[in-house]
């Protein structure tokens, strides 16, 4: 299985702050990564397909970015509802989808 | 719009089966495939397989090959989940997810989930 590494583990930042994570695959998965964002007691909500496409209806602070093995997801300027979990996910595999472990983005 | 809508929470004694379902509005359910993740409490999200509604295959995720089974009921838009041999780290909220996998389809990703059913394994 593509085993995905996300990092930092947590984060603390304020509003208004850029914010990015990083997601590495044990493999070349091309643009095959998929971000998500899960507030507690929720589902998770999509944010970002195939590396950087943003899914209709989520603001264009987001961003995502990469190919191969390494990719980013950016928040460009922190809002007050974003501080939540962020997962990324690689589709590569379609017979085998794996999930990051997780980044928890918390309020400094 | 579309919803996902699953059952209801289950609590289970270990060494038994429990089946959660997830019924489909909004789109047309042959569409789309369909995926199950688990999320143990305070962990992270876990991938178990997914159902394809309109030919029926089914692919899962190895750790659960044996356990799991994914059905579907086109009459009624519903997609099934059922887990057996439950043990306590089978403790969990699960979720189905829709795939737009349509033909010529180059993208793969979740892009509406239910809200999640936890599954309580206990004696």
């Known amino acids: 299985d593509i085993q995905m590494t996300q990092s930092p583990s947590s984060l603390s930042a304020s509003v208004g702050d850029r914010v990015t994570i990083t997601c590495r695959a044990s493999?070349?998965?091309?643009?095959?990564l998929n971000w998500y964002q899960q507030k507690p007691g929720k589902a998770p909500k999509l944010l970002i397909y195939a590396a950087s496409s943003l899914q209709s209806g989520v603001p264009s602070r987001f961003s995502g970015s990469g190919s191969g093995t390494d990719f980013t997801l950016t928040i460009s300027s922190l809002q007050p509802e974003d501080f939540a979990t962020y997962y990324c996910?690689?589709?590569?595999?379609?017979?085998?989808?794996?999930f990051g472990q997780g980044t928890k983005l918390e309020i400094k | 719009q579309v919803q996902l809508v699953q059952s209801g929470a289950e609590v289970k004694k270990p060494g038994a089966s429990v089946k959660v379902s997830c019924k489909a509005s909004g789109y047309t359910f042959t569409g789309y495939y369909m995926h199950w993740v688990r999320q143990a409490p305070g962990q992270g999200l876990e991938w178990m397989g997914w159902?394809?509604?309109?030919?029926?295959?089914?692919n899962y995720a190895q750790k659960f090959q044996g356990r799991v089974t994914m059905t579907r009921d086109t009459s009624i838009s519903t997609a099934y989940m059922e887990l057996s041999r439950l043990r306590s780290d089978d403790t969990a909220v699960y979720y189905c997810?829709?795939?737009?996998?349509?033909?010529?389809?180059?993208?793969?990703?979740?892009?509406?989930w239910g809200q999640g059913t936890l599954v309580t394994v206990s004696s």
């Open positions: 996910q690689q589709s590569y595999s379609t017979l085998s989808y794996t």
């Open positions: 493999q070349s998965i091309s643009s095959y």
């Open positions: 997810a829709r795939e737009p996998r349509g033909v010529g389809a180059t993208e793969y990703y979740f892009d509406y």
């Open positions: 159902i394809n509604p309109n030919s029926g295959g089914t």
